[in-house]
Structures are given as C-alpha cells and as structure tokens.
C-alpha cells in the first residue's frame, strides 16, 4: 500500500481555520485520497475523499496539489469537538491482481489535533 | 441508520481463557472489516467479509483468531488461549461493496476494550 506522512501533532485555536498536511509521493493513478477522524474513545469516522480535484462537504474541505504528490484537509472553524486524531489514507480501488479492491483502509498513526479553547 | 454495533463495550479476561466479541453491521451493507488498535497506533487490518465468505485475512491474525459471519450479517470474533498481548481496542467496520461503489466510506463501531491480565 501506498504510504503517507503526517505531522504528529498540531494545535489550533476555536474558531479559527485549520490546515493538515498529507504527503503521499509514491501515490499511483489509482488511489484515491481519503481522510477519516477518531475522536476519544470512538471508532474513526470518514471526513472527506478525492481523486485529483479539491472537494467540499458540511464537515471540511480537501485541496489537492495538482501532482497528487499531498494534499491538505481543512476545518475552516474548528470547534473543540473537532479535537482528534486525523487520518489521511490511500484507497486503492484495484487489486494489484487488476481485481476490484476489497476496500480496505490502511491507517498510518495520523495527526493528534488540540484545538485551545 | 443505526450504526455499527459491537458488543461488549469491555472484556476483562485472565490469560488462557476465550473469549469472543460481536459485531452488527449497518444492515444493507454485504462487507465487513475487523481491526485492531492498541494504544497510540493507528487501527491495524486484521480481516474482511463479503456477505459470509471470508476473502482476506492479516498475517496477524494467528491461528489462536477466529471470525465468521453466518448469513452474511452479523460477525463474531473469537479468539482462544488468550495473551497478554492481545490487550487491545478491536474495531468492527461495514461498508456497502458493489463495483459502483468502491469508495463507499467505512462506518466504524466504538470498538470492543480487551484486557487481558
């Protein structure tokens, strides 16, 4: 699988915009970005996934670089419940066997995200 | 919709006994994922069902894990002659599968607590 970097940890204040970073250089044609959010105590919970152009829904934004090489989820007022760890994965929708994926998602240690009230 | 379910919420058990969890998935979705979390780590594959069969599993899975899924509805998890390091966070997922919807999200339980003493 594809692997992606992430900070470690980032802090924001309430009400303010954030920006977390993902770099994922070795990211085939096929992958499609996908971010998901564990807040304490629960199950992660999907946020938000793209391919090539940026995407908006009610939770958060995702930009894409235009090589593919990162990209950037963006909360644009964070709120102290939006405190967790976010995950930026790469779905493969292809088996390397040129099966259809099963779908399954990879999770690296992902960005603990404070938010200061 | 209501969600994934998994129970118990928390199992204490002493080393050597089973002991087996459940999972009830959001009822129209034919695929279903266990993971694994232990403290600080991102959530770690262990296995994956389409309906009832059983199409992938984890080099950690040991011979000491099992999972089914009769009927294609709910899974259970066992696993026997358990061990300290089994201690973990054990996540149950489902997804709906078909080829138009591959990126379908992954919709994650709040997980089944195990310690083993």
């Known amino acids: 699988d594809a692997k992606t970097t992430q900070p470690n940890s980032m802090e924001s204040n309430e009400e303010e915009p954030v920006h977390l970073p993902c770099n994922h250089s070795?990211?085939?044609?096929?992958?499609?970005i996908h971010w998901y959010r564990q807040l304490p105590s629960q199950g992660p919970e999907y946020v938000i996934h793209?391919?090539?152009s940026n995407v908006n829904n009610r939770m958060a934004s995702l930009a894409i670089a235009e090589d593919r090489k990162s990209s950037t989820l963006i909360l644009h007022r964070a709120t102290l419940r939006d405190a967790a760890v976010y995950y930026c994965?790469?779905?493969?929708?292809?088996?390397?066997?040129?099966?259809?994926?099963?779908?399954?998602?990879?999770f690296g240690q992902g960005t603990i995200l404070t938010v200061h009230p | 919709d209501t969600g994934v379910s998994q129970n118990p919420r928390h199992k204490i058990t002493k080393r050597g006994q089973n002991v087996t969890f459940r999972c009830d998935p959001i009822?129209?979705?034919?695929?279903l994922y266990w993971y694994r979390q232990t403290l600080g780590q991102g959530p770690e594959f262990l296995t994956y069902?389409?309906?009832?069969?059983?199409?992938?599993k984890s080099r950690l899975l040991s011979d000491r894990f099992s999972a089914e899924r009769p009927k294609g509805s709910f899974s259970t998890l066992e696993i026997q002659r358990t061990e300290q390091g089994d201690s973990a966070m054990y996540l149950c997922?489902?997804?709906?599968?078909?080829?138009?919807?591959?990126?379908?999200?992954?919709?994650f339980g709040n997980g089944t607590r195990l310690t083993v003493t």
């Open positions: 793209g391919l090539t």
């Open positions: 997922a489902s997804s709906l599968g078909n080829p138009s919807s591959y990126n379908s999200p992954l919709h």
């Open positions: 994965i790469l779905r493969d929708r292809t088996r390397r066997d040129g099966g259809t994926s099963y779908g399954k998602l990879t």
């Open positions: 069902f389409q309906n009832e069969a059983q199409l992938e």
């Open positions: 070795t990211i085939s044609g096929t992958d499609y």
């Open positions: 009822s129209e979705h034919n695929r």
